[in-house]
């Protein structure tokens, strides 16, 4: 099977799977300049907090070449000036970039990235420093792709044969700049053999579950039932589900996670009908410096997403909608995190700790924390 590709850098241009139109069309946005990054970001061209991180550090990538564009040559070849008005640029570039999407801290960690590698730069002629910023966004790409895999095999432990695994929103190939995080999971699951079925929500109102998640799983041929959201609780009352899978926008240092709306009451289901709650993430996922769930940004939007579909109404004129696209499950329903370093049960402030300090060390010692 051809792998999914969301996110494809061209050379001078980064191509975006606008997800806005899938399923029924597969065609790429070009972008070649910053406004173009923010522009997809904000409009959910792409999206998926891992899929978002990459996005911007090619943004910055984009930024700083306008940049140089727009400086004399020999200016440029002046680091002593050049520098710090470049690096200056590029900050006002990486606040304006965090700015598209609050809640997944992913965004955050791929602009601080591509930052400190440029201040890590700072006696550097111009076209080296585009040369490094290039290759330092490849390899965040690359990056990414080889941590999925690694949370796939972790995960992948947890799932035994015959399961049924629910999953919500998209946190697949399209999320992330390939293969997936809870998807990725499943995907490692199923390619070790496992005979698996996915009950996808759908995930009202960008409808991630039925445009996205479902359209992976056929490409795949992952066996999966399409339901609403409201269908979980029904089916996972009834014992048909054997876990649930979601990935993460932000995960903070005492194990709270935020992840897209509805995940929160999956959580309180799964702890009423004692099914395992796990969360698949990056450790870029973890924000260390917030301390609770309750200090993470929530992104409000459009009330138009619940009250129209694709420009038509769906509910009366001038009703007012709220819109929040997240929640947050606090560490206490999560039977276990998983990322790259392993599975980290019942997370909670002192393990986050660890998990933070010792990362590798910790799981390569004890197999599963
Ligand atoms: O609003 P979205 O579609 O960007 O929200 C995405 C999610 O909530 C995902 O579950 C999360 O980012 C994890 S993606 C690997």
Redesign the pocket.
Known sequence: MEAIQPIIWKGTSLQLLDQRLLPDEERYVECRTLEDIQDCIKK?VV??????GVTAAYGLLLAARQFCEGYAPDEKEDSASFMPKFLNALESAGISLKAT?PT?VNLSWGVERVLNKIRSLAECTSSTILKELEDEARLIFEEDIAVNKKIGAWGATLIGDNYTILT?????AL??AGY???LGVIRSAFYQGKKITVYADETRP?L?GSRLTVWELQKEGIPCFLIVDAAAGYYINRGEVNCII????RIAANGDVA??IG?YSLAVLAKENDVPFYV??PFS?VDMSVSSGKEIIV?EREPEEITTFRGLPLSPQGVKAKNP??DITPAKLISALITEYGILHSPNEEKMKQLATKRGELFECNGTG
């Open positions: 959910m999206r998926g907090a891992p899929a978002i999407r997944a919500h929103c998209n946190a697949g999320a992330t997936g995080t809870a960008f991630q979601v990935g993460a926008d992840n897209k995940t698949a993430a996922t992104e696209a997240f």
